[in-house]
């Protein structure tokens, strides 16, 4: 089936910067759109970015234009989720998602997801 594995959470200072990877497990998925979510204490997951299977398409929470720019690298099999200019409101926990079937798709319901990573934004 595979998995996805998150990594390079933290705790850093606002206006920082941190990058998370996602690197699958046990398969593939360079030819799958991908995503992140996070989580924030107390609150529903949400959205924060999306991308198509070559990079071609992203799409962002509003929240986060401007900040975060999430890529991809089908060769090494690992998408990354660049965030600068951190604020406390960043603060959660991250994952990365994938689906079993869309190439573009940007959208919200993925099959995939990794068991998150924290970021801890201090103020």
């Known amino acids: 089936q595979g998995k996805l594995v998150e990594s390079g959470g933290g705790l850093v200072q606002a206006g920082g910067s941190l990058r998370l990877s996602c690197a699958p497990s046990?398969?593939?998925?360079?030819?799958?759109?991908m995503a992140w979510f996070r989580q924030a204490p107390g609150k529903e997951r949400t959205f924060v970015a999306g991308?198509?299977?070559?990079?071609?398409?992203?799409r962002y929470a509003d929240s986060v234009k401007g900040r975060f720019t999430i890529s991809r690298d089908n060769a090494k099999n690992t998408m990354y989720l660049q965030m600068n200019s951190l604020k406390s409101e960043d603060t959660a926990v991250y994952y990365c998602?994938?689906?079993?079937?869309?190439?573009?798709?940007?959208?919200?319901?993925?099959?995939?997801w990794g068991q998150g990573t924290q970021v801890t934004v201090s103020s």
């Open positions: 046990g398969r593939t998925f360079n030819t799958r759109a």
């Open positions: 991308i198509s299977w070559n990079g071609g398409s992203t």
């Open positions: 998602a994938a689906r079993n079937d869309y190439s573009d798709y940007l959208g919200y319901e993925y099959h995939y």
